[in-house]
């Protein structure tokens, strides 16, 4: 137990064990906690934090573009999850059921909602009459359930929490107008706030989410060489919309079924985060969405005019960054530890003969850059030091991502690069499933995605050797 | 169905009956909609807008006071509610119960949290180790479900939003300040942004939360004279902790348990702000939380130049309010209505004879007030007119609770009071559990609280003639 210092422990290298380097930074970084449900996971206020300020910003994105927020019911009658065939085929066997309610049996199951696709279908039926009422742009933040076998924090969670935009247009061309401009929105998100590089482009029909026509992916490279599909947005036609009779009269007085969009970002996001930009210290997390941007660390704290220096520090930088202060009576050695585990972007030290020079020194996470900075040059240097930062970690991700992405013409060549590599292959496919599904079984690897920046790698498809229609990146994933 | 102009329907008035008024003025301010589930609703983008606004405010407050935001599971396996006996007793009748996931039958049930005390407590024993961990301040915004025999939008629905503090502190005393804090936080909140007056206090044994020592709670006064809990803060003492066996290792090296407290605010307050405010064309939303403060109206908007000096005010003004424009090809009339019903505080009129004399008109959606004001002007008049719209709301709806509050000191006194009258009836109390079940029976009211700030009505209890400990709030209640 307590009173004896605490002790930043060791975490487990990544080239040793990548999974348990995951596992291990996302506890001792404090993100998460297990409870005794499998798969269901307390979100601690260091994660949850992170998670606040991903929301704050999509959040922002969202309404630029004219979206609304609601909250719809968590509970699905088993009749309503019914009334789409592919949708129910695919979400029925990884839901959970209340079958119990204020001491009675239920007359129906209710399901917790894995998606809500079918709570807004039903209410849009509600409150869609003419093309008046169109577009309807909504949103919804919440936590959503699906019954998994295996679970990991992030990755795979049973219960998780995303936004799902769920949005009905008059025509299919706004629909998919719509499916693009998210899909661009989440690609931009990840670049320019979570310096993450990402490919953007279509999923095969194998991998589309059950009951779209279409199913947009952006898809992220991890440290290890990984894929992970990042966000998705879906094009549904009006297939929701015949299923649950939802007709508006139309321009021409006659009545017509709406085009439907859903889009989503969970939480899973923050597992890509961290493996992503981690290293063996622990979590890097890019200045856009780190709790704590700058920490102040008061050096030799115990004399006289230190402390009151630090806090005076940490209070004027706050005009222009997320700033924290560490007064505790740990040794700063343990300090700088902890905060590098907890991968705050910025550490501020400032001991006494700093604060005669008036100056500070400023420790960059990522790279371990220190420079002395007079104080009054701060307000020029954090703002100047956090950008390079994202753009370093940006570029790193995008370095590693291109030195891991190869390109095959032949099986043979695609299985050996699948066992001996890790990353993505490029390679020419012919559009059919069972191409796809020997892939897998021969060589690992699924199809992330058929991008749209297509090129040609070669005439025909690299595991039947037909004509090929389209590049795919293929590759083992998350 | 559509293509004809829409209609402004009609509301019943609040003298004919309340109820009826009230649930109109859910529906048709677009705030609520059903679902296939009873007691299950849709926040539509109206209603949902109003408690973002709660929230930002709340979590500003929480967040100044030290606390931190976290994310619970949402079920509870029923082994863990069963670990504290007073909470279990009060919340098994009323929980949904899983009973079946991934296409199998669990071997324990797992119960939808209707509160996750429970939850929190097993984290805590995770983390709380030493005095050094302690308070842990933690709060959450999520989703609850209580399995209600009669639900009403807001006010009783099965699912609620709410946000739940859970706090642990290293004395008794600590954690009664933090209980306290809560509550006055609460009532700052309700007072200066919802315009709502509330009585503090305490409930007694009989209204206090399942497993409290001590549940505090602020009381508001609806239209019609009934209460409307809206805020309770629950001091704990060490009984979950026990319950739990969550110790920390104390200044003294000793093992002790921490004392605990948890509070919180529901989307039920929305209810409240309804029929606090709201009158026979519809809701009037204070300016604090209404999700557009001034909605501008062009008039003869087919006139040239009428729109884009429309869009330009709409513009303007929003550097210094929450703004909205309609531009659709409504008539004015029906505009006016469509935001009295939806309770917006201020309407601005602009027509071509305004935009001429470079004026606009601007009327008050409490009071009907109208005031030609200068353009220039707007950005002193609009945040002063604001302000007198909350104050004037705040005094309207003291001045109905003063009206309504009576006092009695005979048990004759008080049934004919609770039934000729309806609000508050102050009386004294001996403190006995059959005093207060007796007056529920015979007079049909219960509790509401002990008051902080008692009076002395008289020297014995109002039911049984014994000598008198407190001064209570009796009254009906939502």
New interface residues.
């Given amino acids: ?3 004896q210092k605490k002790m930043v422990e060791e975490i487990t290298s990544m080239d040793e064990d990548f999974a348990k380097w995951y596992t291990d930074v996302v506890k001792k970084a404090e993100l998460i ?1 297990y ?3 499998r798969g ?6 260091y994660g ?2 992170i ?2 300020n991903i929301q704050k910003i999509l959040d922002g994105m969202f309404k630029e573009t004219g979206h ?10 088993e009749s ?1 999850l019914q009334k789409e065939k592919d949708h129910v085929e695919g979400f029925a ?11 009675q049996e239920l007359e129906e ?2 399901c ?1 909602r894995p998606t809500s696709e079918t ?1 807004f279908c ?2 849009y039926r ?2 869609i ?5 169109l577009p309807k742009l ?1 949103n919804q933040w ?2 959503v ?1 699906r ?3 295996t679970t990991r924090p992030f990755l795979r969670n049973m ?1 998780f ?1 995303w936004q799902e935009g769920h949005t009905m247009h008059e025509t299919a061309e706004e629909a998919v107008a719509e499916t693009e401009q998210m899909l661009n929105i989440y690609a931009r998100f990840c670049e320019e706030y979570l310096a993450i590089p990402v490919v953007k482009g279509r999923k095969t029909d194998k991998e589309k989410f059950a009951g779209a026509e279409a199913t947009y992916t952006i898809e992220a490279m991890m440290h290890d060489g990984k894929a992970l599909q990042s966000g998705t947005s879906h094009y549904f036609g009006d297939g929701f919309a015949r299923a649950f009779d939802i007709q ?2 139309g321009r021409d ?1 006659k009545p017509q079924y709406p085009h439907q969009t859903s889009w989503g970002v969970s939480t899973r996001i923050i597992g890509g985060i961290i493996m992503t930009h981690g290293d063996d210290s622990g979590l890097v997390l890019p200045p856009a969405i780190a709790p704590v941007q700058v920490m102040v660390i008061p050096i030799a704290q115990h004399k006289e005019g230190v402390l009151e220096k630090a806090e005076e520090v940490k209070k004027m930088i706050s005009g222009y960054c997320r700033a924290g202060i560490d007064c505790s009576d740990n040794s700063p050695g343990w300090k700088f530890a902890q905060y590098e585990m907890k991968g705050v972007p910025l550490r501020l030290e400032l001991g006494p003969k700093d604060i005669e020079k008036g100056q500070c020194v400023l420790v960059r996470r990522d790279t371990r850059e220190k420079a002395f900075v007079p104080l009054e040059k701060l307000s020029a240097e954090i703002p100047r030091l956090l950008k390079e930062i994202h753009d370093s970690l940006f570029a790193r991700a995008l370095e590693n991502r291109e030195s891991r992405t190869f390109s095959a013409t032949t099986l043979e060549e695609l299985t050996k690069l699948a066992d001996e590599r890790s990353g993505y292959i490029k390679a020419m496919w012919c559009g059919d499933l069972q191409c796809e599904e020997k892939l897998k079984e021969v060589a690992g690897v699924s199809s992330r995605c058929i991008p749209f920046e297509q090129e040609h790698i070669s005439d025909t498809c690299v595991c039947c050797g037909k004509p090929a229609k389209e590049m795919v990146y293929w590759g083992k994933a998350y």
């Fill in positions: 137990m307590a009173d906690d409870s005794s449900v269901c996971m307390v979100f601690e206020p949850y934090a998670w606040e609304q927020n609601v909250y719809m019911p968590m509970l699905i009658p309503l066997p990884e839901v959970a059921w209340v079958t119990q309610g204020g001491g199951r209710l917790i709570l039903e209410h509600n409150v009459h003419s093309y008046r009422d909504y919440c936590s359930l019954w998994e076998k219960e929490l508006f009269q007085n």
